[in-house]
């Protein structure tokens, strides 16, 4: 029977677990490869979002024993100027993984630049050969959010074999990559986005329902199927009428946790995971390299 209010997956335990294991593992191989694994984490700009985004990624290095290669570059940074940056990154024997902290500003592409990547450096996953990997099942560096939600989902014994999986989003960063790995776990899944019509009775059908669209308060009680798991990936900002200023997700996190079975809070839920994972691929490129 489910219990009157949803289980809490706390994602902010399992990524210092997981952060306690990485650092395990660094201890041991550092003395045979003589050396730490290096992340590069480049900002361009002054987004105050993605420098907070920064600083966490950089305090979870230092805390595992990464060596951070991070680099804040001016907004007014060129396409060729960042172009070079990452070619010498590639290039560099001490650096293990490279990130661009999206959000770029408007001049830059971002695509080109994170198709520039070296594959085998490509922290975020999101690189088209890596892409393509999971597309085929293969093994390779995973998107960070998404494989979050799976480590997640394995942690509190939540098998999406033969389930129904609602994904809402589809963007290249969590949406599409999100299908893809729940499809690999065995779950039926359907992709739901803005444009689909009776949203409410397709995140109904779901016995696995993430929702990473940006939209606060979007999934209200009503579209949770009662004893579901729901997953909010969403990060928004909202203020109050005092001008106090909150992180909410995209679902309605006080009427939802009356009918769900398990539920991650925000912030405490996918965001940690999402900073784990870096660690996590990282540590795969060193041990790889």
Known sequence: MPSDTAQLLDGKALSQQIQAELNQQIQALQTQKGRPPGLAVLMVGDNPASAAY????????TKIGIASFGQHLSTETTQIELEKVIDSLNQDDLVDGILVQLPLPAHLNAVALLNQIHPDKDADG?????MGRLVRGESGLRSCTPAGVMRLLQEYQVDPKGKQAVV???SI??????ALMLLEADATVTTAHSKTPDLKAIARTADILIVAIGRPGL???DMVKPGATVIDVGMNRITDYEGKSYLVGDVDFNAVQDVAEFLT???GGVGPMTVAMLMHNTVQSYIHS
Do not use: M
């Open 54 to 61: 920064v600083r966490n990624k950089e305090r979870a290095c």
């Open 126 to 130: 999101l690189h088209p050969v890596n």
């Open 173 to 178: 960063l969590v949406g599409k990559p999100q």
């Open 265 to 267: 809070p925000v912030p």
């Open 168 to 170: 809402i989003g589809r």
């Open 219 to 221: 999934v209200t009680a």
